[in-house]
């Protein structure tokens, strides 16, 4: 039976060739725009989710063949917000599957070795009680793993990008791609977490913004293991220690709950005072 660190690197060695799928020579995208019956290229908006998307539609076909070559089926998400996007289920054992969920974000462009960061999945229903079924697409504990398959780019602007020019087939290579100089990287999401929730409100879990962190897998659980990041985040907010002034505060960082759960908090103390200004 295949294991997770198989699965993963063969992952890896197939995120390697992606870039030459996607970009040019010089490091632009591919993709300039989308066409009409009538042969006009409209030139794509440089908003986030419509470049991530498109994205993640040009890189399907090579998913599909990456499937099929190491003996997996894919099965897709059934709605917008179920976890995750990609299951990939070995063709002949239904019980081996592995969650593939598509992350990509950009640099900064004043800090270019920070990125913009990444929302890694619901810390609800589906990851506290993992033999749900909400908002999943198969119960999270029949996973053998969970991989953030990254995609870090630099956002084009200025003059350069006009989004409200029409071009012709013949002046695709004059148009200026929205997005270029990809990274692509392959991780377990729990090795490069942060432990701070990812988007306002909602119960999601954020990642560290260091890109070099980012693909080496070195979050703020790294060093701790994948039971801590589980531990945390199950438990996010949900404890409830008294202060030295007898006021009562929600534990919502990792050195607190490390200290609560009886750990040794050095490691955590010198990440954290190392990555302060660069996960920030």
């Not at 599909?64 to 289920?89: K, M, T, W």
Request: glycine residues 8%; contains cysteine.
């Amino acid at each position: 039976m295949p294991n997770k660190a198989s699965f993963e690197k063969a992952l890896v060695r197939f995120v390697e060739s992606l870039s030459d799928h996607v970009s040019t020579d010089d490091g632009q995208w591919t993709v300039k725009g989308f066409i009409d019956i009538f042969k006009n290229v409209y030139t794509i908006s440089s908003d986030t989710k419509i470049a991530s998307k498109i994205l993640e539609i040009h890189l399907f076909p090579k998913i599909l063949s990456f499937a099929q070559e190491n003996g997996y089926r894919v099965v897709l998400a059934d709605h917008q917000n179920y976890y995750p996007d990609i299951s990939f289920i070995k063709s002949d054992d239904d019980s081996v599957r592995f969650a593939v969920d598509f992350k990509t974000t950009y640099r900064n462009p004043s800090k270019p070795h920070l990125c913009n960061g990444f929302t890694l999945g619901s810390h609800g229903e589906y990851f506290e009680r993992r033999t749900s079924k909400k908002n999943i697409q198969y119960p999270y504990s029949s996973y053998s793993g969970h991989f953030c398959l990254g995609i870090i780019y630099d956002r084009v602007g200025g003059a350069s990008i006009d989004e409200t020019k029409t071009h012709t087939v013949d002046e695709l290579h004059s148009i200026a791609s929205v997005v270029g100089n990809f990274n692509f990287f392959v991780v377990e999401k729990w090795k490069i977490a942060s432990d701070k929730g990812g988007s306002g409100n909602t119960a999601n879990i954020g990642s560290i913004k260091n890109i070099a962190d980012i693909v080496a897998g070195r979050g703020m659980f790294s060093k701790l293991g994948e039971s801590w990041f589980d531990d945390y985040w199950m438990n996010f907010k949900k404890i409830t220690v008294t202060n030295g002034t007898g006021r009562t505060n929600k534990i919502d960082n990792l050195i607190k709950f490390v200290e609560y759960r009886g750990g040794d908090i050095q490691e955590i103390v010198k990440m954290n005072n190392e990555d302060s200004t660069d996960n920030d």
